[in-house]
C-alpha cells in the first residue's frame, strides 16, 4: 500500500478513505447521529450492540470514513431501523 497518498486527520489518526467529508458521507454520519441521540443510545452503546469499535462509529458520523453497506446494516438494525430508513432520512 502507498502510504503516501493517505491523509490524516486533526488528532493524527490516519484517513485512508479518499471520500473523507464528502457531503454525502457528512449527511449520512449527520443523521445516523440525530437517530442515535433521538433514541438515546450512548455513542459506545451503538458501537458495542452493532459490534463495531466506538472511534469508528465517531468517523462515520463526522463524515471521516466511507462506510461499509454492511455496517451501515448493523448500525441501522443497532438502532431499530433500516438502511433504507436511515438514507431516507439522510435525504441522499
Do not use: C, W
Not at 467529508?21 to 443523521?31: D, F, M, R, V, Y
Amino acid at each position: 500500500m502507498d502510504h503516501s497518498a493517505q491523509k490524516v486527520n486533526h488528532r493524527g489518526v490516519p484517513n485512508f478513505s479518499p471520500h473523507r467529508q464528502h457531503p454525502t458521507l457528512i449527511k449520512l454520519g449527520s443523521t445516523i447521529r440525530r437517530a442515535r441521540i433521538e433514541r438515546g443510545i450512548a455513542q459506545e452503546k451503538l458501537a458495542l450492540i452493532a459490534e463495531v469499535d466506538r472511534s469508528y462509529v465517531g468517523r462515520v458520523e463526522r463524515g471521516d470514513n466511507n462506510i461499509a453497506i454492511l455496517t451501515l446494516e448493523k448500525l441501522a438494525h443497532a438502532m431499530g431501523m433500516t438502511i433504507t430508513e436511515l438514507v431516507t432520512l439522510a435525504k441522499i
